[in-house]
């Protein structure tokens, strides 16, 4: 990424005639100064599970032909089905037992067998697809009581603080569903009498819900099973945290919580314990219960990381929900630093809300005093002892970062905080140099605008207070201190400090495009540093940032929306369009104020104005544009602009471009203007619709899979905007290799599971006993149709003979990865209706990646060393291996 001085974006300006945009040339963005927010070059080697695909051992959907109720099938058929496809399986030997059946809004089962069997599985007549059921973690990043906006800050950035308080908008009459850790049905905020375990339910305010799993249950641990209740009450938090803002009912006076839609009933469908995970088995049921209580929203505040396939069987279930009248509005998730690609179900799915995040204006924070006559804000790092409330301490300014690297800190004298910019190392590192050096605290300061939630855990450990500061401040303190003595003085005060990031996309924010192409994220809402409801055992109030924060904010926008405007009840893809209609697109939050407009694909349409969306008369459909791949080849949409009201509007049509990127894993950002053309201008009759011709391709000179997008924009003789929003792939999708090797680690490897390490090897002997067998490790850089990997016996002449025509590991849909994907095959294969063991003999393993929307010929391989394998029990639990996260990867050499 080189450092030439970026020109502005060109518009395509309104005028007499068609005006027709032409791309002069790429031109590079400068890479970020915070190599925090996206860059993954100093990635750590620690072995991860498969990123948003930690399949639950021995676990699968099975989908089966046929439709399912809310596509018009029968229950019967579809279960009769079911039931035929499991004895096809058993008389085949396979041991499959259902957990679960599903006819509402899936066909198919989840069902527990051998990993080894899944190859069988899919050959079995009535089967369409195969996918694995993976771990769902909460999308949450962080919980503290030091950064306490107040939640009316949050609820001002999407206009519904005037749909409230202008409108008289309250969501009465509307039920939101919220599938998480169910809700405190002891909370005062949310109908309950403040007393823990007092409270029957349901309530008037939590009517509906029902809990799936039981305390104890946590997907992450083997065996754990689900036990049900009719009591979703919470003893995690995080729902209780989503259900507030979506519909808190308390007095901010009185140090409530009022959400954004207050009237509106809940329903609490718990799919998580009181700690760890839950998986997609147990979220399809809830999502099917939801549809049964006829909720008008659901929020999900969850989602499988990186399975960013609207195929997966929630999304599936997400869209035939929509389609009988619930919308459902699905968090983005925190996987931003990934880059690309990295959303994931059932925000990808078709006619979900998928919801970025941005962070919140204001934030109230601990504060101390300096001599100066100032009051600072600060946040404590966790992994250390809290600031005082009181003491003096005199300030010194570190003359290096705080790294080892640049050596030790002078020694200071007790009574000295020691002030040190973020930057060059860990914050432990930061914090311990000052710890050594004598000090008594030390103040850590940004160095990018923003304010950060610092962790100084570490060995040893930190025993002093640390907290972080903003850049302003730091830099401001700094130069005071350098320029005579200045001390702070701590405070048993709060600050309520505007956020200099307030309004930008939150840096964990999970990017798109879909899988498949289709614009996702749809558009966003605050999730950075939300003050919201917890359980009463936890204190009652609390703050957290996610998009889990930003997608209750477009669930409880939804209720108002359709208490404003009942038509659209049922109506998930309209009430879609018009919230991204009167959306507003942020900066660039890499570059604020320099004069870009962040990625279509990690924004979509931007943040919702709830309040434009319950009064405006004008639409547009459809809300957004997808352009698929082929960029360069400009694709044709047909606007079609509806005026309800009673007046006619003339809109001048623009264009306005957004930042590009290139890159998936580490993005290079662009800055280049898009091929975009279209009539200058429209008259739109009241109570008539017109229609308008969009002409849109990628720059000229893009590059295969460059990501590109940007907004159509209407401005109305009426004062007031819309936009769609629109984003594509340059160029040939299948032209890319899903299999390169984006970290340099020489991937993929043939390597062998050894003392807790995983080495790569180029060959040698497999016992095939316990997990002394042959690994495939590799990196999915973009999605795949599917992962297969297929065996072949080494004959004495070097000739090859495969095993069989079925492949011995299928994975089905597959999303990029953060690291690594590990898979680890056992030694059987099928033939006909038998699975067998290999033999011993000379193996090789051919590693298939069925390129993204591609056809039959559009595969990737890769060939495995040749190695051995001796005669022993085959372990039927190694296939999709859950890799102990401490095993060390040894980086190939």
Not at 474 to 503: F, R
Request: aromatic fraction near 6%.
């Amino acid at each position: 990424m080189n450092n030439a001085r970026p020109r502005p974006a060109a518009r395509l300006a309104a005028g007499v005639a068609a005006v027709s945009l032409v791309c002069t040339g790429l031109a590079q963005l400068p890479a970020s100064a915070d190599a925090d927010l996206g860059r993954l070059s100093d990635y750590v080697t620690t072995v991860k599970k498969q990123a948003g695909t930690a399949a639950v051992p021995n676990k699968w959907f099975v989908q089966v032909s046929g439709a399912p109720t809310d596509d018009g099938g029968s229950a019967a058929q579809a279960k009769s089905t079911q039931d035929t496809v499991l004895k096809n399986a058993r008389s085949r030997g396979l041991k499959v037992e259902v957990t679960r059946s599903f006819t509402t809004s899936f066909n198919g089962m989840t069902v527990t067998t051998s990993d080894s069997s899944v190859a069988e599985l899919l050959a079995i007549p009535g089967v369409e697809k195969v996918f694995p059921v993976v771990e769902v973690k909460r999308p949450v990043i962080n919980a503290t009581s030091s950064a306490t906006p107040d939640m009316a800050s949050a609820i001002n950035m999407t206009g519904a603080s005037i749909a409230q308080n202008e409108l008289g908008l309250s969501g009465k009459n509307i039920k939101i569903g919220i599938i998480d850790t169910g809700i405190d049905i002891d909370h005062p905020d949310l109908g309950g009498n403040g007393t823990p375990g007092s409270t029957p339910f349901p309530t008037t305010k939590v009517a509906y819900g029902y809990d799936f799993v039981g305390d104890d249950y946590n997907a992450e641990i083997p065996g754990s099973r689900p036990v049900p209740d009719n009591n979703p009450d919470d003893c995690e938090g995080h729902g209780t945290h989503v259900a507030g803002i979506a519909a808190a009912d308390g007095n901010p006076s009185a140090e409530g919580v009022r959400g954004v839609a207050p009237k509106a009933t809940l329903g609490a469908y718990r799919v998580f314990g009181c700690e760890g995970s839950a998986d997609t088995d147990v979220i399809l049921a809830a999502l099917e219960r939801a549809g049964q209580d006829k909720m008008d929203v659901v929020n999900m505040s969850l989602g499988d990381s990186f399975m960013s396939w609207p195929q997966y069987p929630t999304a599936q279930a997400t869209d035939r929900l929509s389609k009988k009248g619930t919308i459902v509005v699905a968090s983005a998730g925190n996987e931003g630093t990934n880059g690309l690609f990295s959303g994931g179900a059932p925000g990808v799915a078709k006619t979900a809300i998928g919801v970025a995040s941005f962070d919140n204006a204001s934030i109230r924070l601990n504060s101390f005093t300096t001599s100066l006559g100032t009051s600072i804000g600060y946040v404590p790092a966790s992994g250390a002892p809290l600031p005082p409330t009181s003491g003096t301490l005199k300030v010194a300014v570190a003359p290096t970062d705080g790294c080892v690297a640049n050596g030790p800190l002078p020694a200071v004298g007790p009574g000295t905080v020691y002030l040190i910019q973020r930057g060059g190392c860990t914050f432990h590192e930061k914090a311990l140099a000052g710890q050594t050096a004598g000090a008594d605290a030390v103040i850590l300061y940004n160095n990018v605008a923003g304010m950060i939630s610092p962790t100084v855990a570490g060995t040893p450990a930190i025993t002093i207070p640390v907290g972080m500061i903003t850049q302003a401040d730091g830099e401001a303190l700094a130069a005071a201190a350098a320029a005579g003595e200045v001390t702070i003085t701590w405070t048993p005060g709060t600050v309520q400090t505007p956020d200099p990031q307030g309004g930008l996309l939150s840096s964990f924010s999970s990017w798109g495009l879909a899988a498949d192409l289709d614009l996702k994220p749809d558009l966003g809402a605050p999730g950075g540093n939300i003050w919201s409801t917890v359980p009463v055992e936890q204190n009652s109030y609390g703050a957290k940032s996610g998009t889990s924060m930003s997608a209750p904010h477009v669930a409880g926008a939804v209720a108002l929306l359709l208490e404003a405007r009942p038509d659209l009840k049922g109506k998930a893809l309209a009430v879609r369009e018009l919230l991204q209609n009167t959306s507003k697109p942020a900066d660039f939050s890499f570059a604020p104020g320099a004069g870009y407009l962040d990625m279509v694909a990690r924004q979509g349409a931007g943040m919702i104005d709830i309040a434009r969306a319950a009064t405006t008369k004008q639409s547009v459909t459809p809300g957004k544009i997808a352009l698929g791949e082929g960029g360069k080849k400009a694709k044709t949409t047909t606007l079609e602009i509806k005026n309800t009201g009673t007046t006619d509007v003339t809109y001048a049509i623009s264009n306005v471009d957004g930042v590009g990127a290139f890159g998936p894993s580490d993005p290079t950002f662009f800055d280049s203007p898009n091929n975009v053309s279209a009539p200058a201008s429209v008259v739109v009759r009241a109570g008539k619709t017109a229609k308008v011709k969009v002409t849109i391709s990628a720059p000229a000179d893009a590059p295969d899979g460059y990501i590109y997008g940007g907004w159509v924009v209407l401005t109305g003789s009426n004062g007031e905007t819309l936009r769609v929003p629109y984003a594509g792939m340059a160029g040939d999708y299948q032209a890319l290799n899903p299999l390169q090797d984006s970290f340099g680690l020489g991937f993929p490897w043939l390597a062998r599971l050894d003392g807790g390490d995983l080495s790569p090897v180029d060959g040698g002997n497999f016992t095939m006993q316990g997990d002394d067998v042959p690994f495939l490790i590799f990196h999915v850089e973009y999605p795949v149709t599917d992962l297969q990997v297929f065996a072949y016996k080494v004959n004495a002449d070097g000739s090859k003979t495969q095993l069989s025509s079925k492949p011995v590991l299928s994975t089905g849909y597959a999303g990029r990865d953060d690291l690594f994907t590990a898979l680890a095959w056992d030694g059987t294969y099928s033939q006909g209706k038998n699975v067998l063991n290999a033999p011993a003999g000379t193996y090789v393993l051919e590693l298939r990646a069925i390129k993204a929307l591609g056809g039959p010929n559009d595969v990737q391989t890769w060939t495995s060393p040749s190695f051995t394998i001796g005669s022993g029990t085959v372990d039927p639990n190694l296939k999709q291996i859950q890799v102990d996260p401490n095993v060390k990867v040894n980086p190939k050499r």
